[in-house]
């Protein structure tokens, strides 16, 4: 039994092609519901879990306008912001809440947008998680050029509009304004021609530099090409607000069209800065499931734990343990939950495992082994769990992370890649890249409109 708030799978690496209309949205997807799966499904919010009576409370999301975006913060916070009426209408469609029993259970539910809580960045930042931000994003990249194309616009308005701003400089940031560098030269130039002039990529980024988890050479290979394709890298940077409307100093001694057409960023270093659109991509939060739903204190025995260290009569109250950095749920080697005295402290003399709950994804840390949040960990420890229930055979080894390497596209058919086989970079990482995100979507149909649309078919963006 599968429960979640979407329909379908999301390939997310390929967001980024299809926010700029390299590919179309379906390609990025695969329906949970499928003929040849065996699997069933309710679409559903996990609203609470109860490890002694094994139960898990569900909120029906068949109707939630948030299953399809990135999510930054509590759905049941915000609720002051200037979004309030449309808040209001999602209080209004809380699903029924219901329960269903589980003999085992996996809690995979992955992590929101992490946002520092940074003024006017959850109301106006375009986020990359899901298809719905990525059809967000190709709709205001068309709107900006559109407006920017009208004969009633300022210069300084077409340069605040074609100013597109990316902030965080992981493999996400640096691949979407490498597909915008693509779109701009090869379409906007032929469709917009005179306004190609005043389009203009920045990225930002807190760190001294970016693609931090590449080798250095890699990462200044990058770096380089960027500057050469007129893509500005700012590093230390610190972004302090994000509103919708035109700076103050562009206000002063002219004609503003429509103040609201642009955003304004300030960034600390540099002061006010408009911008057509601010793409988001700075890490992750932990998921308010794994927060407050995981946070009651249980008491032994708990059905399906064990007590691996200590004595649990020494201790009355137990609670799930965290990671001390991510607040993420930690696992044994076997992904199974672990859990804590809730007096222990920061060093737990006694811990325990639940033998039938575990955990994986982004949500979930293996105790002694920090391995990066990343699909291919994932991956790989939903197809070792999935193979150890099905052969009921979990205490014979441990899971054990293969790193595959580590890729990026950066434009222009170029891409970087890093493994334990070497570095690449260049003409033959993109092939690289490109033949791995094909060998990693789901079904064969994906696979071919995925070569039809890169190697057949014109580039057609909207």
Known sequence: MVVSPRSYFVFTPLLASTSTGTLEFRNALEPIRRRNTHAQFLQGWADGIDFTGKTLQIEEAVDDPRQAFALTADPDQGKESKERQNEKRVEERKGKIFEMD????????????????????KENAYFLKDVGDARRIRNRLLACFETASLPTTSVEMKKALLHFAVVGGGPTGIEWSAELHDLVTEDM??????????TKITVYDVADKVLSMFDEKLAEYATKTFQRERIEILTSHHVQELRRGSPEEMKKGQDVHDEHACYTLKIKEQGEVAVGMCVWS?????????????????????????????????HERWTVKKH???????????LRTM?????????????AVMEDVF???????????????????????????????????????????????VMAYIGNWNAILQSSG??????????????AYLAKSVSWRNRILILTYWWVLPICPW
């Not at 130039?189 to 190609?196: E, G, M, T």
């Open 102 to 121: 589980w003999d085992k259970i996996c809690i995979t539910v992955g992590c929101y947008s992490q946002t520092f809580n940074t003024p006017g960045v």
């Open 282 to 314: 700075t890490g992750l939060m932990m998921n308010p499931f794994v927060q407050k739903s995981l946070a009651e204190s249980l008491k032994l025995p708990v059905a399906s734990s064990t007590v691996i260290e200590g004595s649990p009569e020494d």
């Open 422 to 435: 070497g570095n690449i970079s260049g003409r033959i990482a993109w092939f690289i890249w490109r033949g």
């Open 339 to 351: 859990l804590v005295p809730e007096d222990s402290g920061d060093e737990p003399k006694a811990k």
């Open 189 to 198: 130039s032929r469709i917009y021609p005179d306004l190609v002039q005043y």
């Open 324 to 334: 001390p950095r991510n607040g993420g749920i930690v696992t044994d080697d076997r």
């Open 359 to 405: 955990a994986l994804g982004d949500c979930a840390v293996m105790e002694n082994a920090m391995y990066p949040a990343t699909a291919q960990v994932a991956n790989q420890k939903a197809v070792w769990l999935a193979k150890r229930l099905n052969k009921q055979d979990l205490d014979k080894a441990g899971f054990s992370y293969k790193d595959l390497g």
